[in-house]
């Protein structure tokens, strides 16, 4: 069986990949920092629940003592949780990068030694375009006209954890992922965006790598992003 964690997955991407997994027969947790949402989205598509709140580290570990209790090992941990924040001070850049940054070393950390018992572990990050340098330097790429700095930068973060827990841990395939624009909360004040299932098909697909797959790259769904 296989063993799944998706973190901020009682709505958009999160939900939608916990419901796809689910189909394909992995037993997912869905993490959530409302409990009761998070229980009402498990039963909706026959998942399980966990309280868990990536900004606080007392959440993080007994989340994953729980899932340790239960399941003894872990194969799959999504990176899900982000917020996008407007804006730019002191309390703003904190509460962005204690999110979207600092919230997968919390998870990462109490994850690895569940992870490390598992045959064939993956761990997708939901990073973004928007941190990469190349994106944002190349004229031709939506990604040069956006200005918000402090989403930008705790992705670009997020990435870079990505590659450098790769490095550490040669066991476990690690991807930071741009899923594609989606119509999600985060993004109800811009137009567009597909559903979120179209994205968490991509994320899916990295979520259930064969071992010996690449480690530690960016990509989206056509393929590896430069940096």
């Given at each position: 069986m296989t063993i799944t964690l998706i973190t901020g997955a009682n709505k958009g991407i999160g939900f939608a990949t916990?419901?796809?997994?689910?189909?394909?027969?992995?037993t997912v947790y869905i993490g959530a920092r409302d409990a009761e949402r998070g229980r009402e989205a498990a039963a909706s598509i026959g998942a399980r629940s966990v309280h868990l709140d990536v900004t606080d580290d007392r959440s993080v570990a007994a989340a994953l003592a729980e899932i340790d209790a239960s399941e003894g090992h872990l194969d799959v941990v999504v990176n899900n949780a982000g917020?996008?924040?407007i804006g730019m001070d002191g309390p703003t850049a904190l509460r962005a990068f204690d999110t979207n940054a600092v919230g997968i070393v919390r998870v990462m950390e109490a994850a690895l030694p569940l992870l490390r018992k598992a045959?064939?572990?993956n761990v997708v990050t939901i990073s973004s375009s928007a941190g990469s340098f190349w994106a944002v330097t190349n004229p031709d790429r939506v990604e040069?006209?956006?200005t918000?700095?402090?989403?930008?930068?705790?992705k670009a973060a997020a990435t870079m954890l990505t590659l450098q827990y790769a490095k550490a841990n040669p066991d476990i395939i690690f991807t930071a992922l741009e899923p594609g624009y989606t119509d999600t909360d985060m993004t109800a004040a811009f137009e567009g965006g597909r559903s979120p299932r179209d994205s968490a098909l991509v994320v899916?697909?990295?979520?259930?790598?064969?071992p010996g797959a690449p480690s530690g790259t960016f990509q989206?769904?056509?393929g590896r992003l430069p940096w």
């Open positions: 916990a419901e796809h997994l689910t189909s394909l027969g992995h917020i996008q924040e045959a064939n572990p040069s006209q956006l918000n700095a402090l989403y930008a930068a705790s899916a697909r990295f979520a259930t790598l064969d989206d769904e056509d």
